[in-house]
């Protein structure tokens, strides 16, 4: 009888959890971010799902708590793959990581395969989509931070202080043009 009641309050406590924690996710999305709705910069980069990303954090909704963190990242991951430094970049994933090569997806689990693999992961057309894109033209959503058309995600960990990192690389053709 006693494990029922606990059960059920375990539920109950739950429920409320997830209501409050979607009711703060919409109310975030209410507050100002410094510009009216209909102000565009020119640039056609695409903006991130439900809303405008904050003046503060505009990695927000990818999950990112350290802007200036994630941005450093970015620039040196950027760096790296334009001296063709491998560990450096290798340095910069959240493994393990997923490597799409068109439709078959491969896990890369280390540092070390990360190396070993870098010419099949960092290809040409990658290489070329970090070297193109500015970090204030980043798309964000939900499901992280994508650089090019899709060719490279980034992520956060969930650990305090959290890190930044590649998390997918699409090798084939990009799923979003």
């Known amino acids: 009888m006693k494990k029922a009641n606990v059960t059920v309050a375990m539920l109950r406590l739950m429920t409320a959890m997830v209501l409050s924690a979607a009711l703060a996710i919409s109310l975030a999305g209410c507050g100002s971010s410094g510009g009216t709705s ?26 990112v708590s350290d802007p200036a963190a994630f941005r450093q990242m970015f620039e040196d991951l950027k760096t790296a793959v334009a001296a063709n430094d491998k560990e450096k970049v290798a340095e910069h994933a959240l493994y393990p990581i ?7 997806a491969v896990e890369v689990k280390t540092k070390e395969d990360f190396v070993k693999q870098y010419e099949r992961i960092m290809t040409e ?34 650990e305090t202080p959290q890190r930044y990192g590649i998390t997918t690389v699409n090798v084939g053709d990009s799923p979003r043009r």
Not at 125 to 148: H, S, W
């Open 38 to 63: 209909g102000e565009t910069s020119g640039s056609s980069a695409p903006q991130a799902s439900g809303g405008s990303p904050s003046a503060e954090n505009p990695y927000a909704a990818a999950g």
């Open 98 to 104: 997923r490597v799409n090569v068109g439709k078959v």
């Open 125 to 158: 057309k990658v290489r070329k989509a970090l070297a193109a894109q500015d970090a204030d033209t980043l798309f964000v959503n939900e499901e992280g931070v994508m650089a090019g058309k899709g060719d490279v995600w980034f992520g956060a960990t969930a």
